[in-house]
């Protein structure tokens, strides 16, 4: 088989943080042998790709292995399928990528496909068909891991919808390990109260940006999501019977409307919007099957910052206190100041400052009439503190769209979505 092989520096492990370290919260805690370790990696653990490329030639069956650490990819130039093989275990089987422009496009459906190397990153390039010619592009990391992306380049292209992963062959993700095989579902964000849920594989969910597939016994498990996120929203869907899963998509061109999560709201009225243009290329997605699924998430962490570096930021942190997460509908002015009194005595002596300001801010019902704001915002100031409000214009909380805006004969229904015909409606009437 033809191959292509780097070695590996040496370096420091790193340790998981404590917030991994405990149970999953969705069953009783079971025995579960000590957490393995971190796998030594190099920092960063993805390199940027080479300036000189080298063309890889398949061996007599059309195979490519790529490898790195305890990944090899097993790239079939045959079918435009590809193996994740970790450790001598096959954990993805036959996955390809594909796009939507509206009609499906997968790198099965091309004749011709070469590789070359540059780097730590391997490029198939397809052609020999009348859709537009796409690229896979495949760069592993130092052990566990690595990242794949797909682009199309051709004229006026359009989609929303474009997936560097798709498994579709049963018991296509295979963890080897089967004693409590769980998915970790991620949120897309807080509404309704969404939480992370850690619940069988054996069901059809969609997590939102990342997901993770593990047993809750030897914790061994694949950890899967986006590390770019400016232009899609990536979604990873999933559908498992007998603690496998037989299909996976991890893809760019997700809308949120999950019933089973967020129940009657309908998130995202609308579909993913589309990106255009002669070339299109997906969201990044990290890959990567690890001894301790929960490290696979600090390393799913860390390719976020090895390919996508924060900005830069030299202001300090701000720090502070809210009121709805911890008193809610009940706020009082006691309990306001009880929170501004503790903050100065005990925490804005010990650096709890940034730039010599400490917020106090009064959330959602401080108009509840149990709030007195001039003796809360004189103590606060008193406390060396800075006082803020929650206000959110032109928004309505109740729900009667007939009923007149204060002080006007306009209807609500009439403003909403609308607001500025408000004041043209009222400088007309005038």
């Not at 004693?179 to 849920?197: C, G, Q, S, T």
């Not at 009940?330 to 650096?351: D, H, P, R, V, Y």
């Not at 940034?354 to 959602?364: A, Q, R």
């Amino acid at each position: 088989m033809a191959s292509a092989q780097r070695s590996e520096p040496q370096a420091a492990a790193k340790k998981a943080p404590p917030f991994l370290s405990g149970p999953s919260k969705s069953s009783p805690a079971k025995a579960a042998p000590t957490p393995t370790p971190k796998a030594p990696v190099t920092s960063p653990q993805f390199q940027a790709q080479s300036d000189s490329s080298s063309e890889l030639q398949p061996d007599k069956n059309g195979l490519i292995l790529f490898k790195s650490g305890n990944v090899t990819l097993a790239y079939n130039t045959k079918t435009g399928t590809a193996d994740f093989i970790r450790g001598g275990q096959t954990v993805l089987n036959a996955f390809y990528s594909a796009v939507k422009l509206p009609t499906l496009v997968t790198s099965k459906d091309y004749t011709s496909r070469s590789a070359v190397a540059m780097g730590d990153e391997y490029i198939i390039t397809l052609s020999g068909r009348k859709a537009p010619s796409m690229k896979q592009h495949f760069m592993l990391g130092t052990n566990d891991s690595f990242v794949v992306w797909v682009e199309l380049e051709g004229q006026k292209l359009i989609s929303n919808w474009m997936a560097p992963v798709v498994v579709d062959t049963k018991g296509g993700m295979d963890l080897g390990s089967y004693a409590d095989v769980r998915a970790l579902w991620v949120p897309f964000d807080n509404d309704r109260n969404a939480k992370y849920e850690a619940a069988t594989i054996n069901k059809e969910d969609t997590s939102y940006e990342v997901a993770a597939f593990y047993d809750n016994t030897s914790r061994k498990g694949l950890v899967i999501g986006s590390v770019t996120h400016d232009t899609w929203k990536t979604g990873i869907s999933y559908k498992g019977s007998s603690n496998k899963l037989d299909s996976l998509q991890a893809f760019g061109g997700v809308s949120i409307n999950n019933s089973q999560h967020y129940g009657t709201m309908q998130r995202d009225v609308q579909q993913h919007g589309s990106v255009t243009g002669d070339k299109l290329v997906s969201p990044k997605v990290f890959v990567g099957y690890f001894d301790d699924w929960r490290n696979g998430l600090e390393a799913y962490g860390d390719a976020n910052h090895d390919l996508v570096p924060r900005l830069a930021w030299n202001g300090g942190v701000p720090f502070g206190w809210n009121s709805w997460g911890a008193v809610g509908s009940g706020l009082t002015t006691e309990k306001a100041l009880a929170a501004s009194n503790f903050i100065k005595n005990n925490l804005m002596n010990k650096s709890f400052i940034n730039n010599n300001t400490t917020y106090i801010n009064l959330d959602s019902y401080w108009d509840n009439g149990a709030i007195d704001l001039e003796t809360f915002v004189n103590s606060v100031h008193k406390n060396g503190q800075k006082a803020g409000i929650y206000w959110a214009p032109f928004v309505d909380w109740i729900k009667d769209p007939d009923r007149l805006i204060e002080g006007t004969h306009i209807r609500y229904s009439d403003a909403w979505l609308k607001d500025c015909l408000l004041y043209t409606s009222d400088a007309a009437d005038e």
